[in-house]
């Protein structure tokens, strides 16, 4: 089986859109505003339906809700791939939001089961992260294929065609998990059944302060750097005309060269620490000491992102997001290990779901605040126009380190 769960994080990452994604939506026409409200309604989106999902893959089998979330990327990619006008996009995204919603937590929750089923529960961390990895070399072949899909059909918008394929055999791998892994999985589907597991698990989410900490803490570092990363893409893309490299090519396939080589890094360097997270833990002596480590190298790594992007030296700005992506990959296999420490096996991918949740109502909040910012800046006057993105991490990670539990700050 691990194979298999590898092997779904591999195709799951075949996200060719993924690097070229704000670059494709500037390619029809939008704004960065637009393009956060765009990321807004699709957390907005997954927000109604995150839990719901969740506790129908608890209730009524988890085989089954990944099968209808990678059925609904398929029709969202070729949604993308016609449409160029703002409201088809959001239609697409709509579509995104029920792939994200019947998938995030529902995985992680089979694997969590299988780990039990063979009593190796305490390898948690270790298996995620080894899980994780393969997803992340995934995506460092995906943004090899993106990039020469991109520079082939010299256009953006052809990628999210080329996405639908790795998306169809993903389903033919979910025909070969076991009925095991369903988890406690009932034959009749009840309204009232699912809503009294939902309210259960939202009270134990909200009431349990263990788990209410965990899920702020998932709203400020994944939401944020889920919202904030894309701004990337710009970046390299400015970068990229300021290198006298390449000069016979025309913008779109310089651009698409520096994007997918830095990606190409990003996602060597997300495998790795995924791989290595719990020797972090090992370090620090537990996840959660580990996980205030990593606040703190949040912190410093968006503070001095501030400046690099207000002066726009951006070969050194671009480093630091490299460096911010090791360390949210480091941080994350031992997020979903601390969840898992404090929700039953009943409510694993519920409580996950919920988890997933609160980072899309940050995403929500943050992606058109800051869209609106780099708007507003683009007319230079005040520096560079993304400096915000590395003022707002580097008070998110310094409020998160300041006000870590006593437990979490013996390092």
Same mark, same amino acid.
Request: hydrophobic share 50%.
């Given at each position: 089986?691990?194979?298999?769960?590898?092997?779904?994080?591999?195709?799951?990452?075949?996200?060719?859109?993924?690097?070229?994604?704000?670059?494709?939506?500037?390619?029809?026409?939008?704004?960065?505003?637009?393009?956060?409200?765009?990321?807004?309604?699709?957390?907005?989106?997954?927000?109604?339906?995150?839990?719901?999902?969740?506790?129908?893959?608890?209730?009524?089998?988890?085989?089954?809700?990944?099968?209808?979330?990678?059925? /609904?990327?398929?029709?969202?990619?070729?949604?993308?791939?016609?449409?160029?006008?703002?409201?088809?996009?959001?239609?697409?995204?709509?579509?995104?939001?029920?792939?994200?919603?019947?998938?995030?937590?529902?995985?992680?929750?089979?694997?969590?089961?299988?780990?039990?089923?063979?009593?190796?529960?305490?390898?948690?961390?270790?298996?995620?992260?080894?899980?994780?990895?393969?997803?992340?070399?995934?995506?460092?072949?995906?943004?090899? $294929?993106?990039?020469?899909?991109?520079?082939?059909?010299?256009?953006?918008?052809?990628?999210?065609?080329?996405?639908?394929?790795?998306?169809?055999?993903?389903?033919?791998?979910?025909?070969?998990?076991?009925?095991?892994?369903?988890?406690?999985?009932?034959?009749?589907?009840? $309204?009232?059944?699912?809503?009294?597991?939902?309210?259960?698990?939202?009270?134990?989410?909200?009431?349990?302060?263990?788990?209410?900490?965990?899920?702020?803490?998932?709203? *400020?570092?994944? *939401?944020?750097?889920?919202?904030?990363?894309?701004? $990337?893409?710009?970046?390299?893309?400015?970068?990229?005309? /300021?290198?006298?490299?390449?000069?016979?090519?025309?913008?779109?396939?310089?651009?698409?060269?520096?994007?997918?080589?830095?990606?190409?890094?990003?996602?060597?360097?997300?495998?790795?620490?995924?791989?290595?997270?719990?020797?972090?833990?090992? $370090?620090?002596?537990?996840?959660?000491?580990?996980?205030?480590?990593?606040? *703190?190298?949040?912190?410093?790594?968006?503070?001095?992102?501030?400046?690099?992007?207000?002066?726009?030296?951006?070969?050194?700005?671009?480093?630091?997001?490299?460096?911010?992506?090791?360390?949210?990959?480091?941080?994350?296999?031992?997020?979903?290990?601390?969840?898992?420490?404090?929700?039953?096996?009943?409510?694993?991918?519920?409580?996950?779901?919920?988890?997933?949740?609160?980072?899309?109502?940050?995403?929500?909040?943050?992606?058109?605040?800051?869209?609106?910012?780099?708007?507003?800046?683009?007319?230079?006057?005040?520096?560079?126009?993304?400096?915000?993105?590395?003022?707002?991490?580097?008070?998110?990670?310094?409020?998160?380190?300041?006000?870590?539990?006593?437990?979490?700050?013996?390092?």
């Amino acid at each position: 089986m691990l194979g298999r769960f590898s092997f779904y994080g591999f195709l799951k990452n075949q996200q060719y859109y993924e690097p070229f994604l704000v670059l494709a939506f500037l390619e029809k026409g939008l704004s960065f505003f637009q393009i956060g409200l765009l990321f807004a309604f699709r957390e907005l989106c997954v927000n109604l339906m995150e839990i719901p999902s969740g506790a129908a893959a608890d209730l009524y089998g988890r085989r089954r809700a990944m099968m209808l979330s990678f059925t /609904a990327y398929i029709v969202s990619f070729t949604i993308f791939g016609l449409s160029s006008l703002l409201w088809q996009l959001f239609a697409a995204m709509f579509f995104f939001a029920i792939g994200d919603a019947f998938r995030t937590g529902t995985h992680k929750a089979m694997i969590f089961t299988w780990l039990r089923m063979e009593g190796r529960i305490d390898e948690k961390t270790k298996i995620y992260g080894y899980t994780r990895s393969w997803a992340k070399i995934g995506s460092a072949v995906s943004v090899i $294929l993106a990039t020469g899909f991109v520079i082939v059909s010299n256009n953006y918008t052809s990628i999210f065609y080329f996405s639908i394929i790795p998306y169809l055999v993903g389903l033919i791998n979910f025909m070969g998990y076991p009925k095991e892994l369903d988890g406690r999985a009932e034959a009749q589907v009840s $309204l009232k059944n699912v809503s009294k597991h939902l309210w259960e698990s939202l009270r134990i989410s909200v009431t349990r302060r263990s788990l209410r900490r965990l899920i702020l803490e998932s709203m *400020g570092f994944a *939401g944020f750097f889920k919202a904030s990363k894309d701004y $990337l893409q710009p970046i390299l893309k400015g970068a990229a005309l /300021a290198v006298p490299i390449g000069l016979m090519l025309n913008e779109t396939q310089r651009s698409a060269l520096l994007v997918g080589a830095v990606y190409f890094v990003l996602h060597i360097v997300s495998a790795y620490a995924s791989r290595k997270s719990h020797k972090i833990s090992s $370090l620090a002596g537990d996840e959660d000491r580990a996980a205030h480590c990593l606040w *703190g190298a949040s912190f410093l790594l968006y503070a001095s992102l501030l400046p690099l992007l207000y002066f726009r030296l951006y070969p050194f700005a671009i480093a630091g997001f490299v460096l911010i992506y090791l360390v949210q990959n480091f941080w994350h296999p031992i997020l979903i290990s601390r969840f898992d420490e404090h929700a039953s096996e009943a409510r694993g991918a519920t409580v996950l779901s919920i988890e997933s949740q609160a980072q899309s109502v940050a995403i929500m909040i943050i992606a058109p605040v800051l869209g609106l910012a780099v708007d507003y800046l683009k007319n230079g006057q005040f520096g560079g126009e993304f400096w915000p993105v590395g003022a707002f991490g580097a008070a998110i990670a310094l409020l998160a380190y300041l006000t870590a539990p006593e437990a979490d700050k013996k390092v």
